[in-house]
């Protein structure tokens, strides 16, 4: 039984003879049992068919009285077929079966066949075939649906149709309380689409979005009132509306088509350390001119197998910090984070993880592991606040091991910093104070050394060394009375940040 | 100094300006006898405005009097700035506008150009200090100016400049029509 008052009698009677389906009627009653939708249409349709006719029985007066008013206000087209099911019980039974069929196969002036055959399970098995088809990983899955924006034009013009015709019979229908098409199109499909995926749940939060989108062009233009309006809210007033759109609205020939199912998988984070052993490996794809200049990228390196893995639509790198193209990183390795979009595979165990680590080459990676939600610590720049690095120096003139060890018992050493002339085409110029915190020396040969800094984060080594046009001061040539070069430089990456 | 060794670690390292800039040459500026300028370009396109060795300031062991970055009453390139990432702000130079001049004690004077169309940076006020680095160091510390041409003429400004090859062949006509004078 559908769970309907005596009072919806008249909205129902209404509702029906305007043209609006079973589902739809329901819903303007403001029916919020689920069990209700779920019962194929006809049934529902034929039950409220019963529904208004049972009146002549119990509320006989008071739906004659109602009835009274009716020939002068109807749609003259909708009259007849309501007309019959007013005597109810005495009907024959081959003219109601004609007329329930009739209206059946009509399109509802107010879901546009949404809540007809658009939620059947037909529907639920195309929607399960786009997902199978995908070959997505999933334990739940979420439905969404998106539905053209003229069905709440229509949806409204129902309502006010209503509205204005039971004025007088205190009606009240709230219009919050009405249930949506959305709503009701997710009770019917939810379970017809669990069903058909063999009992995997289909929930109203999950990581797992399946969308449904509906269109209806030959009724594009019912939304196009609404752009020429002046007034700021076209519902509230009513008189414009109704002088500008038909109360119901008007039947229509075709249904609602589906488009394309959609499925989104919402990111899976991967983080992790790396280590750079190579001096020609740029951080992100090179390209200078339209020309590729490196063949790879840290990036790329660590990115590819991993987006395979997971298989990926596309991702998001990002690193604590970056090197050079020239630069190595050592130590603990430099942490990195990937959000990987639309990923069709999110389950891995640490067997798992271990071996896609192990598939990343030239670029050592540890410490992988992934993470369903965003790693907040983890943004761009985000560094140590000290920095340690190795460099190997080359001096003008010759040197002997005596002429440097005065480095190793420099403290805290505060450079004024320019910006470099390399980076100043893309940053602001400026004079930054920067603090060397300790460097170490290690002799090489006459011309060489290698140098070891603890640095505040963010000073510029190369500068440091070959002064940059005497824009870093001091410099190390400064501080060795000769021309130095950097050859090689390594930074040690420490422990801390682990994200 | 082992000039053997030397030679070797040049080959292995070549200098910062070997590695990231190009070279690019105006000789006798204003056709001025000599008074030749090099531009130093980085990859990045930023241009760095250096005396040329042949330079005469340093010749015949010149000294620096002066150098005054103040080019005329209305207008000093002491008082550019340049805000933000995109330089806002900076004054605009065209080839032949003037940077600074440079007194020198034989009261000979010099003016030093732009030679390139771009936004000036900065002028190395350190020489202000320490003129003698000019002296010293040309085409590192003694620099003039740092300038960013426009991103859409970055390759265009220097096709009026010479390249190192043209330069040096420039230079090796001159001392020959030196020598060949009586
Ligand atoms: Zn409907």
């Given amino acids: 039984m559908l769970p309907l008052k005596d009072k919806d009698k008249p909205v129902v009677q209404k509702l029906l003879s305007a043209g609006c389906c079973a589902r739809c009627v329901l819903r303007f009653c403001c029916v919020s049992v689920q069990a209700a939708y779920r019962q194929p249409q006809q049934e529902t349709l034929k039950e409220l068919h019963c529904f208004i006719g049972d009146t002549t029985d119990s509320g006989a007066a008071k739906s004659t009285e109602e009835n009274k008013d009716e020939p002068a206000e109807d749609p003259p087209s909708k009259r007849p077929k309501l007309e019959p099911s007013l005597t109810g019980a005495e009907l024959d039974q081959g003219s109601t079966a004609e007329k329930l069929k009739d209206e059946e196969s009509q399109v509802c002036v107010v879901c546009l066949g949404i809540l007809q055959e658009l939620c059947d399970k037909n529907q639920a098995i195309k929607i399960v075939e786009a997902v199978k088809g995908e070959n997505y990983e999933f334990d739940t899955l979420v439905l969404s649906v998106s539905l053209p924006a003229q069905l709440c034009v229509r949806e409204h013009s129902c309502w006010l149709h209503v509205k204005t015709q039971l004025r007088e019979k205190s009606i009240i229908l709230g219009k919050d309380d009405v249930i949506q098409v959305k709503e009701a199109f997710k009770w019917i499909m939810q379970s017809l689409v669990a069903k058909e995926l063999g009992g995997v749940a289909v929930v109203t939060k999950s990581p797992f979005e399946v969308g449904v989108e509906f269109t209806h062009p030959e009724t594009d233009a019912d939304c196009h009132f609404l752009y020429v309006s002046n007034s700021s809210n076209i519902f509230t007033p009513g008189l414009f509306f109704l002088s500008h759109y038909p109360c119901p609205p008007i039947q229509t020939t075709t249904r609602c088509s589906a488009q394309d199912v959609q499925c989104l998988h919402t990111s899976v984070f991967v983080a992790g350390r790396y280590n750079k052993f190579c001096r020609s490996l740029p951080q992100t794809p090179w390209v200078i001119d339209g020309e590729r200049r490196m063949e790879s990228s840290v990036e790329e390196l660590i990115a590819t197998p991993i987006v395979s893995a997971f298989r990926a639509q596309g991702f998001n790198f990002s690193s604590s910090g970056r090197e050079d193209v020239d630069v190595r990183t050592l130590g603990n390795g430099r942490p990195f984070a990937m959000e990987l979009l639309n990923p069709h595979r999110s389950r891995f165990n640490r067997v798992q993880m271990k071996q896609l680590q192990e598939k990343i080459k030239q670029i050592k990676v540890t410490h992988l592991y992934y993470h369903r939600e965003a790693m907040s610590r983890m943004k761009e720049g985000e560094e140590e606040k000290t920095k340690s690095y190795t460099a190997l120096i080359w001096t003008q003139k010759p040197i002997c091991s005596e002429d440097i060890t005065f480095i190793d018992g420099i403290k805290d050493l505060t450079l004024e910093q320019k910006t470099p002339l390399r980076v100043l085409h893309r940053r602001v110029l400026a004079v930054r104070p920067r603090v060397i915190h300790s460097m170490t020396t290690r002799f090489l040969d006459p011309h060489h050394f290698y140098l070891g800094l603890k640095t505040q984060a963010g000073t510029y080594i190369k500068e440091f060394v070959h002064g940059d046009f005497g824009r870093t001061k001091p410099n190390l040539c400064q501080l060795l009375k000769t021309e130095t070069d950097i050859l090689e430089l390594d930074v040690e990456v420490g422990w801390k940040p682990l994200i | ?182």
């Fill in chain 2, 1 to 182: 100094m082992d000039s053997v060794e030397e030679r070797d670690t040049e080959i292995k390292a070549p200098s910062v300006i070997d590695r990231y800039y190009t070279r690019w040459y105006r000789a006798d500026m204003k056709g001025k006898p000599c008074e030749d300028h090099c531009i130093l370009q980085h990859s990045n396109r930023i241009c760095v405005v250096t005396l040329a060795e042949t330079h005469p300031i340093l010749q015949d062991g010149r000294t620096i009097k002066s150098i005054n970055y103040q080019i005329s009453n209305g207008c000093s390139r002491l008082k550019n700035k340049v805000f933000g990432k995109s330089k806002r702000g900076g004054q605009f130079l065209t080839d032949f506008a003037p940077l600074c001049r440079i007194t020198c004690t034989d009261e000979s004077e010099y003016t030093i150009y732009s030679c390139i169309r771009g936004r000036l940076l900065e002028v190395n006020e350190n020489i202000l200090e320490r003129p003698a680095l000019l002296l010293e160091k040309p085409s590192t510390e003694g620099y003039i100016a740092v300038i960013l041409p426009k991103f859409e003429e970055s390759k265009s400004i220097t096709e009026n400049l010479l390249s190192r090859e043209e330069f040096e062949r420039v230079v090796s006509k001159r001392s020959v029509a030196v020598q060949s004078q009586p």
